[in-house]
C-alpha cells in the first residue's frame, strides 16, 4: 500500500524522495538532544488515569469530556478529507449507517467502550468505530529494543502517523498529525487503585500501539506493508467473516491480561487477525526481546536479542528484517548506523532518544516519542516535531 503510493507520489515529490539521504534531509547521529528542548521537541505528553474497575460504558468519560473539541475537531478533518475523495458524501453516510451496527458484533468491552465514547463525544458511533479502525492501516513507524552492560531492557519508539492523508502545502506538514499531537496522552490503567498497565494513546481510540505492564514486559505495533493485503481481512471482516480479530484489540488484551512475557508473546505470535503487523515485544531478563513477523494467520519469523551473537538490539521499521527496505523509505539504516555508533556500553534513554531524534527516523510523519525501560517502570513520552527542511516520512 505504502510502496504503490510513493510511486505515485515521486511526480508530486521528486526532491524529497530524492533526497532522504542527502543533508539537510539526513543527518549525523545527534547527540546530547535529552532532556528534550528545541524545535523537535512540542511538549510533555499529559497523564490520565482509566480505571478498569468502573463499567467500560463510563470508563472512558472523564478524558472524552475534557478533549471533546480536540477529538471533533480530528473527526471532521477525516471526514473533510474523505469528501475530497468521494465527494457525494456517500462514504460518511455508509459509516454512519453501515458500521454503527458492527459495534455489537465486536467482543467485550470494545463494543461498550466504543459506545460510551459516542454517548460522552457526541460523535456518531459508526464514526467512533472508524477512528479506531483506522490506526490498522496508516502507522508507519520506528520501534527498537536494546540491552545494556547490566541487563537492563530499553523499548523506544516513534509514532508515524498520518501518511498520505493530506498535505498542508501552507504549514509544509502532513494535516492529521497536526491533529493528533492535542489528542495524545498516556494513559495509566489501574484495578483496585494499581497500575495493570500504561500506554500511549490518541484519545478515543481503545486499542494500543504503545504500552508497558510495568516489571513485566513492553509492547509496540508497527504497520506491515504486506502484498496478500491485510485489508482483505478487513473487508472480509465487515462483510460477515469474523474469524480474525482487531490487531489493536489483541494488543489490548495482552497488556491488560497477559502475566509474563512468554505469555505475551505466545498470544501475539499465535492468535488469527485481520491485517498483518510486527510487535515488537520486550520482556524483564537479559535476552527477552523481540520482533514479531505477523501474516494474518501466522507468525512468519521471531527475531530475537542474542547477546552472545553479539545482536544487544533489535529495530524495526516497515519492512520484514531479512529483506531491504524500500529504497524511499529507509529510516531503518540511519537508525542502525546511530545504534552501532553509539554502542551497548553507552546505551540508554538519553541516547535513544538521540537516535529517535536523528532525521529521517525522525520526520513529518512523527506524532510523539515514547521511552520505556521495564524494570523501574520509566514510560516517558514526548510530542515531536520536524521543522524544515525535513522528510515527509
Ligand atoms: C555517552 O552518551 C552521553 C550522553 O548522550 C554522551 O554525552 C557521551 O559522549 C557518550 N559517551 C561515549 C563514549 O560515546
Ligand atoms: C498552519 O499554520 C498556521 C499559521 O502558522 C496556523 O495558524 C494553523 O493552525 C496551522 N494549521 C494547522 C493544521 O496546524
Ligand atoms: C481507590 O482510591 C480512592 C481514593 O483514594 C478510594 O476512594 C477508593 O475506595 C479506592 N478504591 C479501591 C477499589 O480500593
Ligand atoms: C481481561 O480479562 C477480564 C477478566 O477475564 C475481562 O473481563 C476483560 O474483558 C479482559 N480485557 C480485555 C481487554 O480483553
Ligand atoms: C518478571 O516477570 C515475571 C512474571 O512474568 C515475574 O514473576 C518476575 O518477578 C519478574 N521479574 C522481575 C525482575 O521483575
Ligand atoms: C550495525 O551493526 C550490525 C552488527 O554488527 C551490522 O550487521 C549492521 O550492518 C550495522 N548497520 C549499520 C547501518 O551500520
Known amino acids: 500500500m505504502r510502496g504503490q503510493s510513493c510511486c505515485l507520489l515521486l511526480a508530486a515529490l521528486p526532491l524529497c524522495t530524492l ?3 542527502v543533508p539537510p534531509y539526513t543527518e549525523d547521529c545527534r547527540r546530547g538532544t535529552y532532556p528534550p528542548t ?26 472524552i469530556h475534557d478533549k471533546k473539541v480536540e477529538l471533533t475537531n480530528l ?47 457526541g460523535v456518531p458511533l459508526g464514526e467512533v468505530m472508524l477512528f479506531n479502525v483506522f490506526y490498522e492501516v496508516f502507522t508507519v513507524c520506528t520501534s527498537l529494543i536494546a540491552e545494556d552492560r547490566a541487563g537492563r531492557l530499553y523499548h523506544a519508539r516513534n509514532l508515524d502517523f498520518g501518511l498520505f492523508l493530506g498535505w498542508d502545502s501552507k504549514n509544509s506538514s502532513w494535516i492529521i498529525p497536526e491533529y493528533l499531537r492535542p489528542l495524545t496522552v498516556n494513559l495509566d490503567f489501574q484495578r483496585n487503585n494499581k497500575t495493570v498497565f500504561k500506554s500511549t494513546n490518541f484519545v478515543g481510540y481503545v486499542g494500543m500501539l504503545t504500552g508497558m505492564r510495568p516489571k513485566m514486559f513492553t509492547l509496540t505495533m508497527n504497520e506491515r506493508f504486506s502484498i496478500d ?27 491488560e491480561n ?3 512475557y512468554s505469555k505475551a508473546k505466545d498470544q501475539l505470535a499465535n492468535t488469527e ?7 515488537i515485544l520486550g520482556g524483564n531478563q537479559s535476552g527477552e526481546g523481540c520482533v ?27 519492512y520484514d528484517h531479512w529483506k531491504e527496505p524500500l ?11 546511530c545504534m552501532n555508533q553509539t554502542t551497548q556500553a553507552n546505551i540508554s534513554i538519553e541516547t535513544i532518544y538521540d537516535v529517535l531524534t536523528t532525521k529521517p527516523v525522525l520526520n513529518k510523519l512523527t506524532t510523539y516519542t515514547t521511552l520505556m525501560e521495564v524494570s523501574e517502570g520509566t514510560f516517558e513520552s514526548y510530542l515531536r516535531d520536524c521543522p524544515d527542511p525535513c522528510m515527509p516520512w
Open 258 to 260: 497477559a502475566t509474563s
Open 229 to 255: 493485503g491485510g485489508y482483505i481481512g478487513i473487508i472480509e471482516w465487515i462483510l460477515g467473516k469474523r474469524d480474525g480479530i482487531w490487531m489493536s484489540f489483541l494488543t489490548r488484551s495482552v497488556l
Open 19 to 21: 533526497a532522504q539521504f
Open 273 to 279: 487477525m485481520l491485517a498483518p503487523a510486527y510487535f
Open 292 to 318: 514479531i513477523t505477523r501474516s494474518r494467520t501466522a507468525s512468519l519469523d521471531i527475531w530475537e536479542l542474542d547477546l552472545k551473537k553479539g545482536t544487544w538490539y533489535v529495530l524495526e521499521t516497515n
Open 75 to 121: 473527526i471532521q478533518v477525516i471526514k473533510d478529507l474523505a469528501n475530497d475523495l468521494f465527494p457525494s458524501g456517500k462514504l460518511i453516510e455508509l459509516v454512519d449507517k453501515g458500521l454503527a451496527p458492527l459495534v455489537d458484533t465486536l467482543p467485550s468491552p470494545f463494543n461498550e467502550e466504543l459506545k460510551g465514547i459516542a454517548d460522552v463525544s
Open 38 to 63: 528545541g524545535p523537535t521537541f512540542k511538549g510533555i505528553v499529559p497523564w490520565y488515569k482509566i480505571n478498569l474497575d468502573s463499567a467500560p460504558r463510563i470508563r472512558w468519560n472523564q478524558l
Open 327 to 337: 529504497f524511499l523509505d529507509n529510516r531503518r539504516t540511519p537508525a542502525m548506523k
